[in-house]
C-alpha cells in the first residue's frame, strides 16, 4: 500500500498540471520531480544572486554584465538546483515520509530507489562542474568550497533551530561567483553582497516553513518559522531590512549610479509589501509571497544590469 493519498505518480506540492506530468515520458518524471523542474522558482532564486554579483562587477568595471558569464550561470542554477534537491530528498527521505507535504515526492513513495536517485545526482552535479570549469580558477576555487554549506544543510534541521542559516550560506554563494569570475578575486562589494542574500533567504525561506509549521512540529523538524513563531512577521521583517542595509556598502563600494540605487530601492519597497502581506496562519499566501522573490530580484538586477549598461557606454 502506497504511503499517501495522491494518486499514482503524482506529487502533493508539484504544479499541477505542468508540463512534466502532460508531456515528459512516464519513466522520467519522478527524477524531473526531483530536480524541482515544474518549479523553477528555486533555480531562479539560485541564479539571481549570480546574476545580482556579475553586475555589481559590470558597474565597477564600467562594462556591462558578460552575457556569456549569465548564461553559463543560468545553466549552472538549474544544474545545481537539481543536484541539491536530489540530494536533499536523499537525505531527507524519511522525514518527509512524516510531512503530509512532501510524504508523496519519488523517494518517501517508492517512485525512485535511493540508488537510482543518487546516480541522477551525479549526473546534475556533473553538468554543474562542467560549467564550473569555463571560469577562472579563482572562481573554480570558490565555485567548489560551496559544497561544504550544500553537503551539510539537510541535516541542520534536525539538530539546530535555524537551519534556514545554513541554507542562506548555501543559496547566497552565487553573490561572490558574479565578482569573482570578472575580477578573478573577492574583494569587499562582493563579501558585502554575500551578507545582504544571506539575509535575504532567512527572510523568504521563513515564510515558505509556514506551510509546514505543523507537521515539523510533529515530526520534529527545526525551522526558523517554528523558532519565530508569535514573532514570525517581525523576524521576517528584520531579515529583510538587514539584507537591504548590508546591500548598500556593496553597491557604495562599486561605485553604483542611480539606476543601482533605484534597483535596490525597488528591491527593498517589494521585500516590505511581502511583509505586509504576510500571515503566519496562511499557508497558501505564504507560498505566493516566497514565489514573489523571484520578481523581487529581478527588480534589483534590472537596476545593477541598466547602470552597469550605462557606465558602458
Same mark, same amino acid.
Given at each position: 500500500?502506497?504511503?499517501?493519498?495522491?494518486?499514482?505518480?503524482?506529487?502533493?506540492?508539484?504544479?499541477?498540471?505542468?508540463?512534466?506530468?502532460?508531456?515528459?515520458?512516464?519513466?522520467?518524471?519522478?527524477?524531473?520531480?526531483?530536480?524541482?523542474?515544474?518549479?523553477?522558482?528555486?533555480?531562479?532564486?539560485?541564479?539571481?544572486?549570480?546574476?545580482?554579483?556579475?553586475?555589481?562587477?559590470?558597474?565597477?568595471?564600467?562594462?556591462?554584465?558578460?552575457?556569456?558569464?549569465?548564461?553559463?550561470?543560468?545553466?549552472?542554477?538549474?544544474?545545481?538546483?537539481?543536484?541539491?534537491?536530489?540530494?536533499?530528498?536523499?537525505?531527507?527521505?524519511?522525514?518527509?515520509?512524516?510531512?503530509?507535504?512532501?510524504?508523496?515526492?519519488?523517494?518517501?513513495?517508492?517512485?525512485?530507489?535511493?540508488?537510482?536517485?543518487?546516480?541522477?545526482?551525479? /549526473?546534475?552535479? &556533473?553538468?554543474? =562542474?562542467?560549467?564550473?570549469?569555463?571560469?577562472?580558477?579563482? !572562481?573554480?576555487? @570558490?565555485?567548489? $568550497? #560551496?559544497?561544504?554549506?550544500?553537503?551539510?544543510?539537510?541535516?541542520?534541521?534536525?539538530?539546530?533551530?535555524?537551519?534556514?542559516?545554513?541554507?542562506?550560506?548555501?543559496?547566497?554563494?552565487?553573490?561572490?561567483?558574479?565578482?569573482?569570475?570578472?575580477?578573478?578575486?573577492?574583494?569587499?562589494?562582493?563579501?558585502?553582497?554575500?551578507?545582504?542574500?544571506?539575509?535575504?533567504?532567512?527572510?523568504?525561506?521563513?515564510?515558505?516553513?509556514?506551510?509546514?509549521?505543523?507537521?515539523?512540529?510533529?515530526?520534529?523538524?527545526?525551522?526558523?518559522?517554528?523558532?519565530?513563531?508569535?514573532?514570525?512577521?517581525?523576524?521576517?521583517?528584520?531579515?529583510?531590512?538587514?539584507?537591504?542595509?548590508?546591500?548598500?556598502?556593496?553597491?557604495?563600494?562599486?561605485? /553604483?549610479?542611480? &539606476?543601482?540605487? =533605484?534597483?535596490?530601492?525597488?528591491?527593498?519597497?517589494?521585500? !516590505?509589501?511581502? @511583509?505586509?502581506? $504576510? #500571515?503566519?496562519?496562511?499557508?497558501?499566501?505564504?507560498?505566493?509571497?516566497?514565489?514573489?522573490?523571484?520578481?523581487?530580484?529581478?527588480?534589483?538586477?534590472?537596476?545593477?544590469?541598466?547602470?552597469?549598461?550605462?557606465?558602458?557606454?
Amino acid at each position: 500500500m502506497r504511503p499517501h493519498s495522491e494518486p499514482a505518480g503524482r506529487v502533493a506540492d508539484a504544479v499541477a498540471g505542468h508540463w512534466v506530468d502532460r508531456l515528459a515520458p512516464a519513466p522520467a518524471r519522478p527524477y524531473l520531480r526531483l530536480a524541482r523542474i515544474e518549479r523553477p522558482v528555486g533555480w531562479w532564486l539560485l541564479l539571481l544572486p549570480c546574476w545580482w554579483s556579475a553586475a555589481l562587477a559590470g558597474i565597477a568595471g564600467a562594462r556591462p554584465p558578460d552575457p556569456l558569464h549569465l548564461a553559463l550561470f543560468l545553466i549552472g542554477a538549474v544544474a545545481m538546483r537539481g543536484a541539491g534537491s536530489t540530494y536533499n530528498d536523499i537525505a531527507d527521505r524519511d522525514l518527509d515520509a512524516q510531512v503530509e507535504r512532501t510524504r508523496s515526492r519519488p523517494l518517501p513513495s517508492g517512485q525512485v530507489s535511493a540508488r537510482a536517485a543518487a546516480v541522477f545526482l551525479v /549526473a546534475q552535479a &556533473l553538468v554543474g =562542474l562542467a560549467v564550473l570549469l569555463q571560469f577562472n580558477g579563482t !572562481a573554480i576555487v @570558490v565555485g567548489v $568550497l #560551496s559544497l561544504a554549506p550544500v553537503a551539510i544543510y539537510p541535516f541542520m534541521k534536525r539538530v539546530m533551530p535555524l537551519p534556514q542559516g545554513v541554507l542562506g550560506l548555501a543559496f547566497a554563494w552565487g553573490a561572490l561567483m558574479g565578482w569573482v569570475a570578472v575580477f578573478g578575486r573577492l574583494d569587499a562589494p562582493a563579501l558585502w553582497l554575500y551578507a545582504g542574500t544571506v539575509a535575504w533567504i532567512v527572510g523568504y525561506d521563513t515564510i515558505y516553513a509556514v506551510q509546514d509549521i505543523e507537521d515539523d512540529a510533529i515530526a520534529g523538524i527545526k525551522s526558523s518559522a517554528r523558532l519565530f513563531a508569535g514573532r514570525l512577521t517581525q523576524a521576517v521583517g528584520l531579515c529583510y531590512a538587514l539584507a537591504a542595509a548590508l546591500m548598500v556598502p556593496a553597491l557604495w563600494g562599486a561605485g /553604483a549610479g542611480l &539606476l543601482g540605487w =533605484l534597483g535596490l530601492a525597488g528591491f527593498s519597497a517589494h521585500l !516590505a509589501w511581502q @511583509v505586509a502581506r $504576510l #500571515s503566519p496562519q496562511d499557508g497558501v499566501r505564504a507560498l505566493g509571497l516566497f514565489r514573489s522573490n523571484r520578481n523581487a530580484g529581478l527588480i534589483l538586477f534590472a537596476g545593477l544590469a541598466a547602470d552597469a549598461l550605462q557606465r558602458s557606454l
